[in-house]
């Protein structure tokens, strides 16, 4: 049941975490042991691998095992729990079942008894090598159920968000999540395509409308498209008859909604889903680099021991105008070029200048929702997800916090 399991064991004492720690890998599991509160909240938010289940001491040297389970409850849903206690009271086991942990175990046990309950607690979906398409934070969870219920539903679909946010891989996702999955994906970027062929590419015989069957046809950029074809794709998206589902995407600007026939804008913004840009998630720009450095790391002819910890750093910090595709080709100069046996911020940012701050200015108004979500989302944590007195925190009525949240995306 553990084999090749990711397992999180938060425990400070040394001979029961020792203990557990060699069992479990014993058991074909790999173990991430951290043993304060503090460093276990930004192993579960950002780790490099999705866990299976968190093993938690309720006694912690900067806090408790409940209110880690908290924040990570504040933020997103946290893998399953399985709490050790010293003096399990009635009290108590109520209110870990009912904030949501899997189960808990009371100091001392039976190693096979504890092993037992493990196997239990583990998500039977968390099969090994699963794992998140768009990121680990809040954002792309909800990136994520938004295009499960978009997949459920029928109509085009818009997807917009700034150049290299997943957009194409979004709709691969919206077609793989549908009842069309065994039907083709066909995909055209019409900004590659010579206006005056676009027509006969898309409508003609053995087009992609033809391809495409009863399946999804993934239109990229699709404002480069001449008049005369956004009329006939307005056609196809108003009479949403047999055949395939049109998916088209954009980057949203008003300019280029401008260049948009306002019946092709109205119809595929019906059902429309937008991919937040990375310098909202830095989490998930950690995980991508993660992600990526592992595949590339394993190709390299002299493999590097691993990221610093002052890279991941730099790149949580960094605003990221290319977003993904930045990213990787950082990445790929920075696996050809590394000198040393792991990845530091030297190797990803070459181009800062030296003394000079990371993160560069912003125009006022992103520096200014930039600090109103972030006040946001600490009042948010603070208060457990209250709004009520997320809005005291931060002196506004609920109806104002309500409205920001909105704006901001939270």
């Not at 866990?51 to 806090?63: E, M």
């Not at 206006?195 to 399946?215: I, K, N, Q, S, T």
Request: hydrophobic letters at 45%.
């Amino acid at each position: 049941m553990l084999e090749g399991r990711h397992i999180a064991l938060i425990e400070d004492d040394e001979i029961m975490g020792g203990s557990l720690h060699q069992r479990l890998g014993l058991e074909g599991a790999r173990v991430a042991w951290l043993k304060t509160l503090h460093r276990a909240l930004g192993a579960l938010r950002t780790p490099h691998r999705p866990f299976d289940a968190v093993i938690c001491d309720i006694r912690l040297p900067d806090g408790t095992g409940e209110e880690l389970f908290r924040k990570l409850c504040a933020h997103g849903t946290p893998p399953p729990f399985l709490f050790i206690t010293a003096q399990a009271t009635a009290e108590q086991a109520v209110r870990l079942l009912r904030s949501g942990a899997a189960d808990y175990i009371v100091k001392p046990f039976e190693m096979a008894e504890f092993l037992a309950r493990l196997a239990q607690v583990i998500a039977p979906s968390a099969a090994p090598g699963a794992g998140p398409v768009f990121g680990l934070s809040p954002a792309a969870q909800r990136l994520e159920a938004a295009l499960e219920r978009l997949a459920a539903a029928e109509g085009p679909v818009l997807i917009t968000g700034e150049a290299g946010t997943g957009k194409r891989l979004a709709g691969r996702r919206l077609h793989a999540l549908s009842d069309r999955a065994a039907a083709p994906l066909v995909e055209l970027d019409l900004s590659r395509l010579d206006p005056d062929a676009m027509a006969e590419r898309l409508f003609g015989d053995g087009g992609a409308l033809v391809e495409a069957g009863e399946g999804v046809l993934l239109l990229e950029q699709v404002a480069a498209a001449p008049p005369a074809v956004q009329a006939r794709l307005a056609e196809l998206a108003q009479a949403r008859a047999d055949g395939p589902r049109l998916v088209a995407t954009g980057t949203g600007t008003p300019e280029e909604e401008a260049a948009l026939r306002p019946d092709l804008l109205w119809h595929l913004g019906a059902l429309r889903l937008s991919v937040p840009p990375l310098r909202e998630r830095p989490e998930d720009a950690v995980w991508l680099l993660t992600r990526l450095f592992e595949g590339m790391n394993a190709r390299r002819a002299h493999p590097l021991r691993g990221i610093s910890a002052l890279a991941e750093e730099a790149v949580r910090r960094h605003p990221w105008p290319g977003n993904g595709r930045e990213l990787r080709a950082r990445l790929v100069r920075a696996m050809a070029l590394a000198e040393g046996e792991m990845l530091f911020p030297a190797d990803l940012f070459p181009d800062a200048p030296a003394g000079a701050e990371d993160t560069p200015f912003l125009p006022l108004a992103e520096a200014r929702e930039a600090a109103e979500r972030a006040q946001i989302r600490a009042a948010l944590e603070r208060s457990g997800g209250n709004m009520a007195e997320a809005a005291k925190l931060l002196q506004v009525s609920r109806t104002t916090l309500w409205e920001k949240t909105q704006k901001l995306g939270l």
